[in-house]
C-alpha cells in the first residue's frame, strides 16, 4: 500500500534517477511532471473544487485527503491492461501490467472531491504518483455520481504512443503476465485481486475484470467461481 509519504518529490526524484539509470528514459523528472500539472489546472479557477476520477488502485489506495467520495460512472472510457510496468509490479524479463483508461465503453469508478483549500496539496502528489512514467494523458471528464449529480473530473487515460503502451495484447497473454509479474511493488496479481475485491464492495461490476480474475486464477491453478453482479442499492460511499 502507497503512503503519501512515499509520494513526495524527493522520493519520488530517487526513484527516476534510478529508472533513468536502468534505461527507462520515458520517466519524468519533477519539472516535467509539473508542467503537466499547470497545464491540466488552466482548466480551473483559483478557488475552485476539483474531482478526481479513480478506477484502479486509487479505489483502493487512494493515499489523498479528500472532502467527499462517490461512486459514479464516466461513459466513453473502460478500465483496461494496456501498459507494461518493468520495475514496479514486474521486471524487465517479466513485466507486469497496469490499468488505464481506454477510448470506447464506459467504466464505473469512485469520484474523490478536493475542497479548493486541497487541491494544489493532494494533485502535487496525485501527479507525483500518477505521472511518474508519462504513461497517461490527464483528461477531464464527464462523470455521474450515483446520487444524480453531473461533474467534470480530472482522470488519466493511457498514452497510446508511449513506448510502454500494449493496448492489443490478447486476453491470455495479459493474464499471463498478471498471474506471474512481481517487481518492487509487489505482485500484479495482488494489483488485480484488490481492484476487483474493492469493486464488488462498492457494488460494482466490470466483466473485463471479472474476466481477468478468472484467467489468472486459472493459470494459476486457484479457479474461482465467478462473481455475481452485487445488489448497488446497500452500498454507501460516505466521507473522508
Not at 43 to 52: F, I, N, S, T
Not at 172 to 190: L, M, N, S, T, V
Amino acid at each position: 500500500m502507497l503512503k503519501r509519504e512515499e509520494l513526495t518529490t524527493e522520493r519520488i526524484e530517487q526513484i527516476v534517477r534510478d529508472a533513468r539509470q536502468a534505461g527507462y528514459d520515458f520517466f519524468l523528472d519533477a519539472g516535467q511532471r509539473e508542467a503537466s500539472l499547470r497545464q491540466a489546472l488552466k482548466r480551473c479557477a483559483p478557488g475552485d473544487e476539483v474531482w478526481v476520477f479513480a478506477y484502479g488502485s486509487l479505489m483502493w489506495n487512494p493515499a489523498l485527503e479528500f472532502a467527499e467520495s462517490s461512486i459514479c460512472q464516466v461513459q466513453g472510457w473502460h478500465r483496461s491492461f494496456c501498459f507494461w510496468t518493468p520495475m514496479g509490479r514486474g521486471t524487465p524479463e517479466l513485466p507486469g501490467l497496469m490499468l488505464a483508461l481506454e477510448r470506447g465503453g464506459s467504466c464505473e469508478g469512485i469520484a474523490y472531491r478536493l475542497a479548493p483549500e486541497q487541491v494544489e496539496s493532494e494533485l502535487a502528489i496525485l501527479w507525483n504518483r500518477e505521472m511518474l512514467a508519462g504513461y497517461y494523458q490527464p483528461q477531464w471528464v464527464p462523470a455521474t455520481l450515483r446520487d444524480g449529480r453531473a461533474v467534470t473530473a480530472v482522470t488519466f487515460e493511457v498514452d497510446t504512443a508511449h513506448c510502454q503502451y500494449c493496448g492489443d495484447l490478447p486476453a491470455d497473454k495479459q493474464a499471463h503476465h498478471i498471474a506471474f509479474a512481481e517487481g518492487r511493488r509487489g505482485a500484479c496479481r495482488d494489483y488485480l485481486a484488490n481492484t476487483a475485491a474493492h469493486a464488488r464492495a462498492l457494488g460494482i461490476h466490470d466483466p473485463y475484470i471479472e474476466d481477468m480474475v478468472a484467467r489468472v486464477g486459472h493459470l494459476r491453478g486457484e479457479d474461482v467461481a465467478p462473481s455475481v453482479p452485487p445488489e448497488r442499492e446497500s452500498v454507501v460511499v460516505g466521507q473522508a
